[in-house]
Every structure is written in C-alpha cells, then in structure tokens.
C-alpha cells in the first residue's frame, strides 16, 4: 500500500476518533446535567424547604415551652421551704449586744437573737414561757417564782440553769455595772432555789412585773470572773458573744458602708432550730444608703425606715408593724400657760388628728388616751376632745386670751399667746410640726420651734422639761402600766429621766394607777384605771395623737412573720424568728 493511501487511512481513523470522543463528551455531559447539576437544583430546593419547616419545629418548640412554664406559674405556687440565706440591713451601728445594755436598734435587735428571756410574747402579745417553763405568783404580787425548761444549752454545749439567771439579774443591779436598766430592779430580791427554780422577791406588790422578765439572760460559766465595773467593755460583748437564742455569732467585719454582722443557726435551739441556715446584718450611715443598697439587691430587707407610703417603689414588699407607743404632744403643766387647764383644752380640740396623719403619710392606729386600744382598762368614753375649731377658740376667750384687733396673735395682759414646742430631730415628727404650727396658729397662738440636736437615748430635753410643749413618743408595751408618765411622784425625780413629761399632778390619777399596778385580777385592774381614765379626760396634760409603725421593705417574700402583731419594742418582731423562710419551691396549688 502507498504512503499517500496509508496516511489517508489514518486521517480518517483519526476523525472517527474524534468524532467518536466529541460523542461520548457531549453524552457525558447530558449524563451530568441530567443526574447531577439538575438534581443538586432539586436538593438545594428541597434543602430550603427542609430548613424552613426545622425552623418552624424550634418555633413551635420554644412556644409550647413558654406555654408550658406559664401554665406551670398558673397551677403551680411558691411554697417557702427552710433553707436558705436572709439579709437585713438598719441605720446605725453595732456597739454592745449584751442585753443588760443593749439600747439602740442595732444593739437590741442583734442581741434579741442570740440571746433568750425567760418570757416572749406570742403573736396575739401575750406573754408566754421562753426560757421559763412555767411561773407561780403568789397573792400579793410580790413573788413571782419561775421554773426553767429542762435541758436547756448555751451555744458551746454548757448547760443553762438558775445560777445563769440570778447571775445575769444581780450583775444588772450592781452599780459598777454601770447597766442602764437598773433602776427597774431597785427592791428585788433574786434568789436560786434549785437548779432550775428562781424566785424574784419585790419590795412592793407590782403585777406587770412579769413583762420585766424578756431580758437575755448572760453565761455565768463565761463572765463570772470579769470583775462588774470591766463588764461593759469586754469582747463578749462585740465579737464574742455566747446566749441560748435561736442564732448564734459567726463573725463582724466592716466595708466603706458600715458593718457586717453574721450569724448562723444554732442546731440546739430548745424552740426548734430556726428553718433559715444564716442571717446577715449590714448596718449603714443613712436612710439613703439603706435604701441604695435594697434597690441594688445587697440585703432582702431594710428595717426601721421612716417615710411615707407614697414614696416607696411599687416593686416592693412592704410590711408595718403598730408599736405599743404613743406619739403624743406633752403640755407642761408647770408652763405659766399651759398651767391653765382651759388652755389645754383649746390645744386640744384645735388640733386635728386627721389632717396629722395625712401628713405622717400611713394608715395609724389614733392615740385618744393614755390606755391604747385593747389593753386592759381601755375605754373609749374616756377619749379626749375631738377636733373642733370653734370650741377652741371659745375656751381661749374664756382663759383671756383674746383676738386684739391689728395685733397676730391672741393677747393677754399685753402678752403674745406664744408657746415653744421642742421635738427631736426627725423627718416624721417634723412634718407634724408644720400641721400643728399651722393649725394652731389659726388659734391665734405664736409656736416656736426648737429641735433637739442630742441624739443620745436620754435627750438633754428629758432630764430639764425646758419646753411649753413637747412631741415625743413613749413606749407603753403589752402592759398599761404608765405610772412613770402620768404618777406626780415622777416630777422632779432624781434619775437621769424622769418621764411624766406633762408634769401632771393628780390625786384621782395617782390613787388610781398605784391601785391598779398592785392587782393582779385583770378585771378589778381594768376598774382601777377607770378614774385615771375620767381625770386625763378632764384635764387634757396631753394630746394623744397616734401609734407609730415599724417599717418593713423587702425586695422579696419573707414568710413567717406576722406584720398585724403589735410590738412593745422594734427587736419584737424576732420573736418567732425560727419560723421565718426566704427559700421557695414551686409546688402544686392544692
């Protein structure tokens, strides 16, 4: 064969080839378009729709989530349950938790808890046994003879009997003790009878001496060697303290705001231990700062605060206790002025208690005598004069005070009806001053004011009476006793204090209250008081204006304490103390 012949053969082998590879290129193509390009289209397609409806599932998911928790918020309740961390922060700073000298807020209410009585009072305010299993008094209300719970522990396992208890009230009564609670133990006789008898002893019959008994009572084992005049200033007192109440000390410390005060429970409490783990006391240098630190979460509750309804945040839990005080506007009777008693009735019916609480800003319970409301011998016949403008200004004519035309104020003998009214500093009792200033200034009468600058517990103001008037509150506790406000033998008595501010002088009054102090039978007391009850009417040395509350503010639910119980004194509203719960569990509502 030709060359030229074999190189045609081969040209043409060449094209089939070529034409043969171009054929299988395009049917693999047309393959690939047909199984993969145009599928991976579908599954793109499919994969969208694939995401959409997953995204719908995480929906509907999340909403039958939210459903579900709502439901579970509807059947389901926040059951408290023990356990669990509660703080409290007050105004004011820790200096002596001891309780034969624990005075102020602080101090009492600290001392409340680590220390225990030998009575409490219940949540109706009657007395009940706390220490002290039962008591014996006998007929003339001059020996009261207390018997002690058995097995009863301080906090470092020693065991509490009658010598801790004769120990703790003779140290209160020695001089070199210094305690101020001394002079409520002149004339009392302690004396152990076995290990677990005390009897107290009285000079004179006395039947609310029972109420005396709610001091703590101090571990001899621990103190009996500190000499009485060092008792006041030893480290049991601040950082070492040892009692047999519910809670027991851990540690104090400070930071830029105050102190912090921590206590735990105490596994051995004779009442049941306390169903909280711990409590946190935070003190602080002003309402302000308290407040700050509530809003900020730093404590559950702020105690003590004194403002008005109104102006507390809507976010908050608010609880208010009525304290068995009376906040009242004392009228010396010794005052040339008020010494006439026409004069002190004016006062009174021209001041109008209504528009005082509206000013004080809470729902109070109205002071109209020296007895409150529920306490023995109260009787409502026996209120002072209600608020009458004209009946005022009628009884100031008739004492010669008189409108003299161009002149401000009511005139006497060329004289300005003018009276001073002294108060201690204090944003609530100040805004009563503006009402009363006010509205005894439309009598006629020219009031000026001064406000106490002594902070201590015995104002300089209650030692002199240098005041015509004077808006102060007095504590009056579960008992009515109120010899020492209203019996003429406080005028003038040689103590740091003598309280019948009014410098009231009655014989019906004093014959009265002395009957009714010595009788243990609540019926023929409540008789007793009934004179004393007609002569205050009747010579108005006061103006009963209201009870004053214990504030309570929390940024959550405190469970276990009962805010409608009336306190004789703030450090009260631990009596149930072992009862109180901040941890909550959601269970079935039942």
Excluded: C
């Excluded at 410390?253 to 105050?258: A, D, F, I, K, L």
């Excluded at 009962?562 to 509203?573: E, F, G, K």
């Amino acid at each position: 064969m030709s060359k030229p012949s074999k190189r045609l053969i081969l040209k043409r082998k060449i094209r089939s080839q070529k034409r043969q590879l171009a054929a299988f290129s395009f049917s693999a193509n047309k393959q690939l378009d047909r199984h993969i390009f145009r599928r991976w289209q579908n599954v793109k397609s499919s994969q969208r729709f694939a995401t959409s409806w997953i995204s719908l599932l995480i929906l509907l998911i999340i909403i039958l989530g939210v459903q579900i928790r709502s439901l579970g918020s509807y059947y389901l309740t926040p059951t408290p349950v023990p356990g669990g961390l509660y703080s409290e922060g007050m105004v004011g700073t820790l200096s002596n938790v001891n309780p034969i000298y624990a005075s102020s807020a602080v101090d009492t209410a600290i001392s409340k808890l680590l220390f225990s009585g030998l009575v409490t009072y219940d949540s109706s305010n009657k007395l009940v046994g706390d220490l002290a299993q039962s008591w014996q008094v006998n007929s003339s209300a001059t020996e009261y003879t207390i018997i002690l719970k058995p097995n009863l522990k301080w906090q470092d396992g020693q065991k509490l009997t009658a010598d801790d208890v004769v120990f703790t009230y003779q140290m209160m009564q020695n001089p070199d003790a210094q305690s101020p609670y001394i002079g409520n133990w002149s004339g009392v006789t302690v004396t152990k009878i076995n290990e677990r008898t005390i009897k107290f002893t009285l000079s004179n019959s006395y039947a609310p001496f029972l109420n005396s008994l709610t001091t703590g009572i101090l571990p001899q084992h621990l103190l009996s060697k500190v000499a009485p005049v060092q008792m006041r200033s030893i480290s049991f007192n601040t950082t070492n303290p040892v009692g047999s109440g519910p809670f027991k000390f851990s540690g104090i410390s400070t930071n830029s705001q105050g102190q912090i005060i921590e206590l735990k429970k105490f596994d051995n409490y004779y009442r049941g231990v306390a169903k909280l783990d711990a409590i946190t006391f935070r003190t602080y240098s002003s309402s302000d700062a308290l407040l700050s630190a509530l809003a900020k979460k730093q404590i559950i509750s702020a105690a003590g605060l004194i403002t008005k309804d109104s102006q507390i945040p809507s976010k908050y839990f608010i609880n208010s206790f009525n304290l068995m005080s009376a906040n009242m506007l004392f009228l010396n009777n010794s005052s040339s002025i008020l010494s006439d008693v026409n004069v002190r009735k004016a006062l009174t019916a021209g001041t109008d208690i209504g528009s005082i609480m509206q000013a004080v800003g809470y729902k109070g319970v109205p002071v109209r005598e020296p007895i409150l409301k529920g306490q023995i011998g109260y009787n409502p016949i026996y209120s002072q004069s209600p608020y009458d403008e004209n009946q005022a200004k009628s009884l100031l004519d008739k004492a010669g005070w008189i409108v003299v035309p161009g002149k401000a104020y009511r005139q006497k003998n060329g004289q300005d009806l003018t009276l001073n009214i002294t108060y201690q500093q204090d944003d609530e009792l100040a805004r009563i001053i503006d009402v009363v200033q006010q509205e005894w200034s439309s009598l006629g009468v020219h009031v000026n004011i001064t406000i106490g600058q002594d902070t201590s517990a015995a104002p300089k103001f209650l030692d002199t009476h240098q005041y015509d008037v004077l808006l102060y509150g007095i504590n009056i506790g579960a008992d009515p006793d109120v010899f020492a406000y209203w019996d003429s033998s406080q005028i003038g008595k040689k103590t740091p204090i003598h309280l019948n501010l009014s410098e009231y002088s009655s014989k019906v009054a004093d014959l009265a209250i002395e009957g009714a102090r010595i009788n243990t039978d609540i019926d023929l007391r409540a008789a007793k008081y009934q004179p004393f009850l007609q002569a205050w009417q009747s010579d108005a040395p006061a103006i009963g204006l209201y009870q004053p509350r214990y504030l309570y503010i929390s940024n959550q639910q405190v469970y276990g304490y009962n805010s409608h119980t009336p306190l004789n004194v703030p450090a009260d509203r631990f009596n149930n103390i072992n009862e109180w719960m901040v941890k909550t569990v959601r269970t079935k509502d039942l």
